[in-house]
């Protein structure tokens, strides 16, 4: 099964932008067979969708709230998985997950423990 790690967040000032990191320690061979997706959960909301990409990366999804924002990408090399966020803004405060999914964004049962994005005014 394995398990995903989440880094790269932050504090950021509106307008700014970070890279999130998740990276799969599973069994060797399976993270390239595998598509993936990023998620977020803001306080008092339930986990909502943001963008996944094919498991050899040429294709991908996104929200219609990315608007051209963010890009997904990974490194199957590296077992990575990437999510480039450009102009944020304050309603994209949540915390980010990674996940296995069902394409293009239903998550399977690789959660981790996530990483925060606050996003100041």
């Known amino acids: 099964q394995g398990r995903v790690e989440e880094s790269g967040g932050g504090l950021v000032q509106a307008g700014g932008s970070l890279t999130l990191s998740c990276v799969a320690s599973v069994e060797s061979g399976t993270f390239g067979g595998w598509n993936f997706g990023w998620f977020r959960q803001a306080p008092g909301k339930d986990h909502e969708w943001v963008a996944s990409?094919?498991?050899?990366?040429?294709?991908?999804m996104y929200a219609d709230f990315v608007q051209d924002r963010f890009t997904v990408s990974r490194d199957n090399k590296k077992n990575t998985m990437y999510l480039r966020m450009n102009n944020l803004r304050v309603e994209d405060t949540a915390v980010y997950y990674c996940?296995?999914?069902?394409?293009?964004?239903?998550?399977?049962?690789?959660w981790g423990q996530g990483t925060q994005v606050t996003v100041a005014s």
């Open positions: 990409v094919l498991f050899d990366g040429k294709g991908a």
């Open positions: 996940n296995r999914v069902m394409w293009p964004r239903s998550p399977r049962d690789l």
